[in-house]
């Protein structure tokens, strides 16, 4: 990008790591791009040269009516949004009036992901009728879930103190927030460990760390590098969130 945003500075943690992992924690990554409202998006059907550039990739087309009230009106406003699903339905891009999201709970990595954003993005700038997004932003949903404490070793200890200190029993639910604002973008950590049922009535502990980093007012032009900085920031929160026993899992190979 042309010039430093002052969001790039909002986590001064900096991660060593990025791109060496072997595994990882992410059930469900969502690309977001947002812009200028165009109403037409939200009609019965997307736009032909939308779903040519993208078909082969995501070859099921499913439309729902969404339903809008306008501010004193008791009438509401149907709108159409428009969800392109893969052939196995594990990846989905989904077309809105003022949004395009592009989302998979089998996350591959970010090299695989972004090849698939780039399209996405190069369609998106074919139908919007504006020269920039409002809003591109990038949320990955982590869980840690095995038989162990998550607390103990698998979590950063600054995020789960009251969790390890042994001055509260019966602890059934944990979270945390944690916001961070710039002018030019943003980042949102929400985390917590929650009491799952395994299946066989015995509960086990989840830790979920929710990362959502984002830029404001991006060039189309200038798309694929502010995802590309969104991506850093957002890894190098995530490798903030970790503890030696799940950087250990992560580097392992796969079994």
């Known amino acids: 990008m042309s010039e430093q945003l002052k969001a790039d500075s909002l986590v001064q943690a900096r991660s060593e790591n990025i791109d060496r992992y072997k595994r990882n924690f992410a059930g469900q990554v969502v690309c977001e791009l ?45 709108a159409h949004s428009h969800v392109l699903r893969s052939v196995r ?27 698939r954003m780039v399209t996405v993005i ?11 997004f ?3 932003g990038m949320r990955f949903i982590n869980n840690i879930e095995n038989d162990e404490d998550p607390a103990q070793g698998w979590i950063n200890p600054a995020l789960v103190e009251p969790i390890r200190s042994g001055a509260f029993l019966g602890i059934v639910e944990y979270a945390g927030r944690v916001q961070l604002a710039a002018a030019d973008g943003g980042v949102l950590l929400q985390h ?3 009491l799952v049922d395994s299946g066989s009535g015995n509960l086990k502990p989840t830790y979920s760390f929710d990362i959502d980093c984002y830029r404001n007012e991006t060039a189309i032009g200038e798309a694929y590098d502010a995802m590309d900085a969104i991506h850093a920031q957002a890894f190098d929160v995530f490798d903030w969130c970790l503890d030696t026993k799940a950087r250990e899992f992560l580097s392992s190979e796969k079994g």
């Open 34 to 78: 947002r812009f200028p409202t165009l109403l037409e998006l939200g009609k019965d059907r997307p736009p032909a040269s939308f779903i040519k550039a993208l078909r082969k990739q995501y070859p099921t087309l499913d439309s729902a009516n969404e339903f809008k009230f306008a501010l004193g009106s008791t009438t509401a406003e149907a």
């Open 89 to 115: 339905g594990n990846w989905a891009v989904t077309l809105k009036e003022s949004t395009i999201a592009l989302e998979t709970r089998t996350y591959p990595g970010y090299k695989a992901f972004r090849e």
């Open 122 to 132: 190069d369609a998106a700038a074919e139908i919007i009728d504006s020269e920039f």
């Open 134 to 136: 409002t809003r591109i």
């Open 192 to 194: 917590g460990v929650k």
